[in-house]
C-alpha cells in the first residue's frame, strides 16, 4: 500500500484532514501531520527576533524578505522515520516551519517524493518580497505542484518553470437538510473574512445579506451602519457553518481583492456550498466557467449592480434557484468530492 504524509501548513482549516481521509478512502495509507501544532524550536521569540535584528543588518538593500522557522527539525524528522511515506504533500507552504532545504534533505534522506499542494499562494500576491521568497526558495524543492489556481499553476509552469497543475479544491458530502423556501432563515449568506472589495461588493446587496467571518469589525470605519447591522464578527465551521448553509436561500461567494484583480478564486466555499445541495451565487471568472455550467449548475454577476439584479431575481424564483441548486450538487458529487480530488493527486504523482 502506498503511504502519503500530508504535512499540514493551514491545518485552521479543515482541508487536509479532509484529503487525508480521502486517501484513506481509495486504499492510500494516509498520515496527517498539523505543522501549526509541531513542536517550535527552542527560545524561538527570542531568536527570531535576534536573526531578525541580524539580517536587516546584512541587507544593505532593504529589500529582502526573512523569516525563521518556527519548527523544531528534530519533530519532523521524526514523524517522516515513523511513517515511512512514498510521498510526502505539503498542504499550504513549509517555509513558515521549517527550512525548505530541510525538508528536500529530509525527503531525500528517507526517499520520498516532495510535493506541494498550493493552496495559499495567491494571498502573497500583495506581499513582492515574501511572493519572492516563496518562488525562489520553496517551489524548486518540489518534485510537483498542485494549485487550486489555474492563473497561479500556468504562471509557476509558464514563468518559472515548474511542473504545476490546476488542481481545484473539493468537499465532503454534507447530509444536511434542505429546508424549504419558506423555511429560509436568510436570504443571502456570505462567509468570509473582512476585505475592501467584499465591503464594496455586499454594500450593494445589505438589505439582504447576513455576514459571518472575522476580521470585519477592523472595517467598521469603511462600511455604511446597514452594512454594519448585517456582520456576526466570528469564525464559523464545520456544523455550525452547515447549519448555516442549509438556511440560507442563496450563498454567495465574494473573491477577497488580490485573487480577483489576477483574474483567479475558486475557494472552498463554492464546493462546500454545493455539497450541501445548496444555490451558489459567485463572481465570475474563467477557472470556474471551465468547472461548471453558469445558469445551469451556479450562478455568477461581473459587478455589484449584477449581483443586486440577480439577487432580487432569484429570491422572486424560487423554483428556478432551487433548479440551479439541484443540478450544482449533481455536478459536485460526479466531479468534485474529496475523493475524485485524491484519486487526481495520486494519478498526478505517479503513484
Given at each position: 500500500m502506498q503511504k502519503f504524509l500530508l504535512l499540514d501548513g493551514i491545518a485552521g482549516v479543515p482541508l487536509g484532514e479532509d484529503l487525508a481521509?480521502?486517501?484513506?478512502?481509495?486504499?492510500?495509507?494516509?498520515?496527517?501531520?498539523?505543522?501549526?501544532?509541531?513542536?517550535?524550536?527552542?527560545?524561538?521569540?527570542?531568536?527570531?527576533?535576534?536573526?531578525?535584528?541580524?539580517?536587516?543588518?546584512?541587507?544593505?538593500?532593504?529589500?529582502?524578505?526573512?523569516?525563521?522557522?518556527?519548527?523544531?527539525?528534530?519533530?519532523?524528522?521524526?514523524?517522516?522515520?515513523?511513517?515511512k511515506p512514498d510521498v510526502i504533500l505539503v498542504i499550504g507552504f513549509i517555509y513558515k516551519f521549517i527550512e525548505p532545504a530541510v525538508l528536500r534533505a529530509l525527503a531525500e534522506e528517507h526517499q520520498a517524493e516532495l510535493y506541494l499542494y498550493d493552496t495559499d499562494s495567491c494571498n502573497l500576491y500583495t506581499k513582492r518580497r515574501e511572493f519572492i521568497f516563496f518562488l525562489e526558495q520553496e517551489l524548486p524543492i518540489y518534485r510537483k505542484i498542485f494549485s487550486c489556481s489555474k492563473v497561479t499553476a500556468d504562471f509557476f509552469r509558464h514563468s518559472r518553470n515548474q511542473d504545476a497543475y490546476f488542481v481545484p479544491f473539493g468537499a465532503d458530502f454534507i447530509a444536511a437538510p434542505r429546508l424549504s423556501d419558506d423555511e429560509g432563515q436568510h436570504d443571502v449568506l456570505f462567509v468570509g473574512s473582512g476585505d475592501l472589495r467584499r465591503i464594496f461588493v455586499l454594500e450593494s446587496i445589505h438589505k439582504h445579506v447576513t455576514i459571518f467571518g472575522n476580521r470585519w469589525s477592523r472595517n467598521f470605519s469603511l462600511m455604511s451602519k446597514a452594512l454594519i447591522g448585517r456582520v456576526n464578527d466570528r469564525s464559523v465551521w464545520g456544523g455550525e457553518l452547515y447549519a448555516l448553509l442549509t438556511r440560507s436561500k442563496i450563498i454567495l461567494n465574494v473573491t477577497r481583492g488580490p485573487y480577483y484583480a489576477a483574474g483567479t478564486g475558486i475557494n472552498l466555499r463554492i464546493f462546500e456550498a454545493l455539497a450541501a445541495g445548496c444555490f451558489l451565487l459567485t463572481d465570475y471568472c474563467d477557472e470556474i466557467a471551465e468547472l461548471f455550467t453558469p445558469g445551469v449548475e451556479i450562478e455568477t454577476f461581473r459587478s455589484p449592480q449584477e449581483l443586486s439584479e440577480k439577487v432580487a431575481y432569484y429570491l422572486e424564483h424560487p423554483e428556478q434557484r432551487m433548479l440551479i441548486a439541484k443540478n450544482g450538487h449533481a455536478a459536485f458529487l460526479k466531479r468534485y468530492t474529496w475523493a475524485h480530488r485524491a484519486r487526481e493527486i495520486v494519478t498526478l504523482t505517479g503513484r
Open positions: 481521509r480521502a486517501l484513506t478512502s481509495i486504499d492510500i495509507q494516509a498520515t496527517h501531520y498539523n505543522l501549526l501544532q509541531m513542536p517550535k524550536v527552542p527560545l524561538y521569540t527570542v531568536r527570531s527576533a535576534l536573526a531578525k535584528l541580524v539580517n536587516r543588518a546584512r541587507d544593505k538593500s532593504g529589500d529582502t524578505f526573512f523569516y525563521l522557522p518556527k519548527g523544531n527539525r528534530t519533530a519532523l524528522a521524526q514523524i517522516i522515520r515513523e511513517t
